[in-house]
């Protein structure tokens, strides 16, 4: 790919990106963690950025189709009304401030969402799956994500989700082989049975049939979207905001209570660091290759082993801008099955004021194209 001078600086104080770079937002899953996310859209929304590629797994699936699937400028209202209404049942606080007290509310919430479901998501099957033991595949689960189906309907545009200026790229697994898919708008047509596919988290969900074929929550597999991102596109520079609802770092457990927390925070955090790491790595051999197969004799450039080593190379740059929403004290496991109002505005917030930060941040506003093909920007880190 031809472009300017290495040192050229990205941004400025008024642009996200450059001309020439790709705008993309990887959005993890995370359940009720994922009203993180719409604070972090809403920043880059704020500072004139459009997307020009979203890709997200279970909630990440959700948020990514409502900003593609709404217009510039529109976008935060949809993720805003989205959010508004899954915490619509509890819109109160604990009636005295403090830990414990906060603790117990947040419990309280979450166990209310697992008896009575969520407006504009699921709710209770009945009859109970568990007296339906021949059911059909779709009866399969202790919840019935109808509503879902609804809401994406009427807060989502899916015509333009599939022809708008938005890649969209959701992940899922095949129940029955285990292999995972993304349904991406380059090859599919994506409706609310794909977006509900990606979030369908067993036993709690059923799974969705498309084509004939039952698909499962891809957090199953892997979490994160990144790498199907950096594997899709070699030729493109981008400037990817990685947001993660799980962080892999955290305390050590000290009471048995915080044991199921650690343990789902590793499991759901898909690693990140590390395939960034690896992916990194990799990027950067394939840009050194394609460097050094300019340097062949004429003669050379067309054996065969060169041009194959030479569709397998790149000279993009990435740079990643990593978010993570951090661990609050009076989380527990249920933390993500947890929709109170109170819980669901602390953590956009907590999404707006982490984008804020790094937006402002000199690192990202004077940042140059990385020179070793991939740069991770973490300026958050607490």
């Excluded at 996310?37 to 459009?50: L, N, P, Y």
């Excluded at 049939?209 to 039952?214: A, F, L, R, T």
Aim: aromatic letters at 8%; a negative charge; glycine letters at 8%.
């Amino acid at each position: 790919m031809k472009r300017s001078s290495d040192t050229k600086v990205i941004s400025n104080d008024t642009a996200i990106t450059n001309a020439n770079e790709m705008l993309v937002l990887v959005f993890q899953g995370g359940g009720a963690l994922g009203s993180y996310q719409g604070g972090v859209f809403a920043a880059i929304e704020e500072r004139g950025g459009r997307p020009d590629w979203v890709a997200g797994i279970s909630i990440g699936a959700i948020n990514a189709v409502l900003v593609a699937g709404n217009p510039p400028g529109e976008r935060t209202k949809a993720l805003r009304a989205f959010w508004e209404e899954v915490s619509s049942n509890i819109t109160f606080g604990p009636p005295l401030p403090g830990l414990f007290l906060r603790t117990a509310f947040n419990e309280a919430s979450a166990a209310s969402s697992a008896l009575h479901g969520i407006p504009g998501f699921f709710k209770p099957r009945f009859p109970p799956s568990y007296l339906m033991p021949d059911g059909k595949p779709g009866d399969v689960g202790y919840y019935d994500t109808s509503p879902l189906r609804q809401t994406l309907e009427r807060l989502v545009d899916f015509d333009r989700l599939n022809h708008g200026e938005t890649r969209v790229s959701l992940g899922a697994v095949n129940v029955a082989t285990g292999n995972f898919r993304y349904f991406d708008t380059r090859d599919t047509r994506i409706g609310p049975e794909h977006v509900m596919a990606s979030g369908a988290l067993p036993p709690g969900f059923p799974p969705v049939e498309i084509d004939g074929e039952w698909y499962w929550d891809g957090g199953l597999v892997s979490n994160t979207p990144l790498q199907y991102v950096l594997e899709r596109d070699h030729s493109h520079d981008m400037c990817v905001f990685q947001v993660d609802l799980f962080s892999a770092r955290g305390p050590l457990p000290e009471t048995i209570f915080d044991i199921a927390e650690r343990e789902k925070d590793i499991r759901f955090s898909s690693r990140t660091r590390m395939n960034t790491d690896m992916m990194k790595e990799q990027r950067k051999l394939k840009r050194a290759l394609y460097r050094l197969l300019r340097k062949l004799p004429a003669e050379l450039a067309a054996d065969p082993d060169a041009e194959l080593l030479n569709a397998a190379t790149n000279d993009a740059a990435v740079t990643i801008v990593h978010l993570i929403n951090r661990r609050r004290a009076a989380s527990r496991d249920s933390k993500d099955y947890e929709f109170s109002r109170r819980s669901i505005d602390e953590r956009w917030n907590d999404g707006l004021a982490d984008a804020e930060e790094t937006l402002e941040d000199a690192r990202f506003v004077h940042r140059k194209m990385p020179p070793h093909s991939v740069e991770v920007l973490d300026l958050t880190k607490k």
